[in-house]
């Protein structure tokens, strides 16, 4: 039977779950660079024109 304190080292000693933190923070990062670079040329960046000229549109 394990005791407390060796589970504690045990749990510590797991780097499974850092390194799938890391992977998904390098993933969302690379989506955020994708997205920033895509957006002013296509289809978002059209999209998101087309709602500022509407809103421009529709103040007095």
């Given at each position: 039977?394990?005791?407390i304190m060796n589970k504690v080292i045990g749990f510590f000693a797991d780097e499974k779950g850092a390194e799938t933190a890391e992977w998904a923070?390098?993933?969302g990062l690379l989506i955020a660079?994708?997205?920033v670079v895509?957006?002013?040329a296509g289809p978002i960046g059209?999209?998101?024109a087309g709602v500022g000229t509407?809103?421009?549109n529709a103040i007095p």
């Open positions: 039977m394990k005791t923070v390098i993933v660079i994708g997205l895509y957006a002013p059209t999209a998101v509407s809103i421009a």
